[in-house]
């Protein structure tokens, strides 16, 4: 059974930082690229950034230069570390593994002052 974890989320003053983590069992975590989306209130989920077997990245423009996504493959955690954050990175952070098929539960990040 494939089970995805995350955790780290909370609340956040603009500007601050937070680090997420996806906790992936079930699966052979260095062979599937993750994926870590954000869906806030109202929107549609979007994609924040991506890690792929071979450690390549890729971030959508509004979050390159703010956010890195790195994994850890004896640990089957993908991390989202999150620096200057902003009110409108207010959502909820999920991960996902092999291209959507499998979803965590989500982590709630809030930032406002």
């Known amino acids: 059974q494939v089970e995805l974890v995350e955790s780290g989320g909370g609340w956040v003053q603009p500007g601050g930082s937070l680090r997420l983590s996806c906790a992936a069992s079930?699966?052979?975590?260095?062979?599937?690229?993750m994926t870590w989306y954000r869906q806030a209130p109202g929107k549609v989920r979007e994609l924040v950034a991506r890690s792929g077997v071979d450690r390549d990245t890729y971030y959508p423009d509004p979050i390159k230069g703010r956010f890195t996504v790195f994994r850890d493959n004896a640990k089957n955690t993908v991390y989202l570390q999150m620096n200057n954050l902003k009110p409108e990175d207010t959502a909820v952070y999920y991960c996902?593994?092999?291209?959507?098929?499998?979803w965590g539960q989500g982590t709630q990040v809030t930032v406002s002052s």
């Open positions: 996902s593994a092999a291209g959507g098929l499998f």
């Open positions: 079930g699966i052979v975590f260095s062979s599937y690229g």
